[in-house]
């Protein structure tokens, strides 16, 4: 269960917070990952990109990957937005979830373009240790369009951005 301190010690980056956590996920692995996909999904946690990505790890470290994301395949659909984002922050770090994942979601019918584009940066961000460059090259134009003519301008800049700074050779993983 989710405690009002338990939020407040990760809002403040109280990192001894996550350590009971991981110890509790030894003794009692089923309702601590419980905890922490209600973390994920908790309007309480502030959205930042390093809880969002600390709570991901303890999540892969404490189960294995593929469930994870499993998890994260079958309840994309029914997840609200923050929680959403805070998955999308996993992407970051190619060790937490994989690419075919982020592509899954990328794909998915229940992915707006906003929740593309996160994943588009996310993977942007990691193809060189993925070896995606060429994913996120080809994915860039299939994001969608914005009907906000400011966050279409960013989309367009990040879309310039991704053509000259990622080469079109590389591979992609799976």
């Known amino acids: 269960m989710i405690t009002d301190e338990l939020v407040r010690s990760l809002n403040r980056h109280d990192w001894d917070a996550l350590a009971e956590i991981r110890t509790d996920l030894i003794n009692e692995p089923d309702s601590y990952r419980k905890l922490i996909q209600e973390l994920l999904a908790s309007e309480q946690l502030r959205d930042d990109i390093t809880i969002a990505v600390e ?59 906003a929740e593309r584009h996160s994943i588009l940066a996310a993977l942007a961000v990691s193809a060189r240790p993925r070896q995606c460059e060429q994913l996120v090259v080809e994915l860039t134009p299939k994001v969608g369009r914005y009907e906000d003519s400011t966050r279409q301008a960013g989309l367009e800049a990040f879309a310039h951005m991704v053509r000259s700074s990622l080469g079109t050779d590389s591979g992609r993983d799976g």
């Open 55 to 113: 709570l991901m790890t303890l999540l892969v470290e404490h189960s294995v990957r593929e469930d994870v994301e499993t998890w994260v395949l079958d309840t994309w659909a029914d997840m609200g937005h923050v929680e959403r984002r805070r998955v999308i922050a996993a992407f970051h770090d190619p060790q937490l979830l994989g690419t075919s994942v982020a592509e899954d979601l990328f794909y998915s019918a229940s992915s707006g373009v």
